[in-house]
C-alpha cells in the first residue's frame, strides 16, 4: 500500500509538519471525542483528518496556527459525514462517555455524569463553541474561524450554552465566592436567567 | 522566583480574558469542561495513529529520493 522505505534523514530536514501535528494530536482527539461521543468514532474522524490534512499541507503556511487548522478540517470532516450519512443518535449517557476511566479527583463521579449530560442536551452549535473556547484554549476569533461564524456569534454562542448549563446543573457560575454567594445566585436563578 | 511570577501573571491574564464569558478558573463550568477534556487528551495517542503519520512521512521521504534519484540521472 505505502511505500516505508528510505526513510531517514535523507532531506536531512526534521519534518516540521508531522512535530506539530503529533503534538496537536492529544487536543485535536478530546475535541472529536467530543463531537462524535464515542471513543472508536473519534478515533476514526482524526484519522481521516490526518490523511486530509497531510494531503493538503502545501496549503499550510509553517509558522501560523496548525492547531486551528487541524481543528477546522476536523470539524468540516465530521460534519460532512455527519450529512451523509444522517444524524445518528447520540449515546445515551451524551458526549465524553467510553472508556473515560479517569475521573478528577475534585468531582465524584456522579457529579460529572450529570454534566456530561447537560452538555448533551445542548444545540451542536453551542457545545463545540463552549468546548473550543472553555477546553481547547481557543480565543473567539480563533474558534470562530473553525466553525466559520463572526466573532459576536461564537460569544453568543458561548454565553447561551454557559446560561444553559448553569441552569441544567442548578449551579453558579463561580465556585468560590462562598456559601452566601451562591446561595444568593441559586435564589435569584428564575429571574436572572 | 521569576517564574514563579510569570506564571502567576500568565493565569491573571487568562483570568481576564474569560472573566467575561464565566468560563475562567474560578468557574464550575470551565473546571469541568476542561477536567472531561482533560482526561481524553491523557489517554494518548492510539497506537495505529502513531502508525499511520509514520506511514505518510515514510512514504514521503521514498518519494522525495526517487525523484533525487530520476533528477540525478
Keep these: ?193 | 522566583m521569576m517564574k514563579e511570577k510569570l506564571v502567576t501573571q500568565q493565569r491573571m491574564r487568562t483570568q481576564a480574558v474569560r472573566a467575561d464569558d464565566g468560563l475562567g478558573p474560578n468557574t464550575d463550568i470551565g473546571a469541568r469542561l476542561r477536567a472531561l477534556y482533560g482526561a481524553v487528551q491523557d489517554e494518548g495517542v492510539p497506537e495505529q495513529l502513531l502508525d499511520l503519520l509514520e506511514k505518510l512521512d515514510s512514504a514521503e521521504q521514498a518519494q522525495k529520493v526517487k525523484n533525487a534519484g530520476r533528477d540525478g540521472e
Design chain 1, 1 to 193: 500500500m505505502l511505500a516505508v522505505t528510505g526513510s531517514d534523514g535523507v532531506t536531512g530536514e526534521p519534518t516540521t509538519f508531522k512535530r506539530e501535528m503529533l503534538a496537536t494530536l492529544p487536543s485535536l482527539r478530546a475535541f472529536a471525542v467530543s463531537l462524535t461521543g464515542k471513543h472508536d468514532k473519534a478515533d476514526d474522524l482524526v484519522q481521516d483528518t490526518v490523511m486530509k490534512a497531510w494531503a493538503k499541507q502545501s496549503s499550510f503556511e509553517m509558522g501560523t496556527n496548525i492547531k486551528a487548522w487541524l481543528f477546522t478540517i476536523l470539524r468540516n470532516e465530521f460534519y460532512s459525514q455527519m450529512r451523509k450519512r444522517g444524524r445518528e443518535v447520540q449515546d445515551s449517557d451524551g458526549i465524553f462517555t467510553e472508556r473515560l476511566s479517569v475521573h478528577p479527583a475534585q468531582y465524584g463521579s456522579m457529579d460529572m455524569q450529570d454534566f456530561k449530560k447537560a452538555l448533551a442536551q445542548l444545540p451542536d452549535d453551542q457545545r463545540e463553541a463552549v468546548i473550543l473556547i472553555g477546553a481547547s484554549g481557543f480565543s473567539y476569533e480563533e474558534a470562530a474561524e473553525i466553525c466559520d461564524c463572526a466573532v459576536g456569534t461564537m460569544k453568543s454562542r458561548v454565553s447561551r450554552a454557559r446560561t444553559r448549563l448553569q441552569d441544567i446543573l442548578k449551579i453558579s457560575g463561580e465556585a468560590d465566592y462562598g456559601p452566601d454567594a451562591v446561595s444568593a445566585q441559586v435564589t435569584t436563578t428564575n429571574h436572572s436567567f
